[in-house]
């Protein structure tokens, strides 16, 4: 075994283990280590990036989710007073159903993958995800998009400043 | 067995799963925004998986509009979250059942 595989298997799991303890951690129910653990999950999933070559996004997924995204989040989560959340029961029955519903997909998801052997044939070919390479790509083949996605943020902006205006007028 | 798309898809899959189990089961509005950029995550993840074994670029590209379109995303969920939690009081979906009938 490579000692790549060996660091790909450790990303993988720590990426589902962190993964899991933020949707269902047992031992406490605060979405504030939810959202820490979100962080580390964003992080191994960057090294998981790592792993692929593509440093680019590594980068921006540290800076842009593990920064900017979460600071946003924890910033909601201290705003709002969520003490609430850890008197609540869940209801046993819809939680089962849940349960079943979402392994019966991942079981279809496993299988589809396992049968159509995608990665069959592909070689690893080199392609790095590099930042010159990708900044090419972006203000050629993707510049349309690009600027559309500026509109998109403009947008974004102006509404979350009409949202949090006290009275809508 | 060495690694290969099939492994980076199967985590993919597998973390796409953990965070729909989070929407379908959590009640609070956070965690469940917080679920829905983990599912976001996992789709990021098969799509750089898919790039880099085709050897091609696109993906990535599609990945970096993706993570700009979560954060306009999130911004905007997250103040809509808080108006809500102004008017009501709450962040939790079972107090929210304005559109029952």
Known sequence: MHMTDLIFYLFAA???LSGFLVVANPFTRNPVTSAMFLVLTIVWLAGLFVMLEAYFLAAIQILVYAGAVMVLFLFVIMLLDLKEEQRRHYRK???GMS????GALLGLIVKAIRASDVGAGLATPMVRGDTKPLGTLLF??????????SVLLLVAMIGVILLSKRELK | MEVGLNHY???????FCLGLLGVMVRRNLLVIY???EL????????LVAFSRYNANLDGQVMVFFIITVAAAEVSVGLA??????RKRQTAHVEDLTALKL
Do not use: H, K, Q, R
């Not at chain 1, 349960?99 to 979402?102: I, L």
């Not at chain 2, 809509?80 to 939690?85: E, F, G, S």
């Open chain 1, 99 to 102: 349960v079943v519903a979402v």
């Open chain 1, 93 to 95: 029955l819809l939680t």
């Open chain 1, 140 to 149: 050629t083949d993707y510049l349309l998009p690009f600027e559309m996605v």
């Open chain 2, 39 to 46: 599912m976001l995550n996992a789709a990021n993840l098969a």
């Open chain 2, 9 to 15: 898809l199967i985590v993919s899959a597998v973390l």
């Open chain 1, 14 to 16: 720590l990426t589902l």
């Open chain 2, 34 to 36: 917080m679920s829905l």
């Open chain 2, 80 to 85: 809509l979250i808080v108006a809500l939690y």
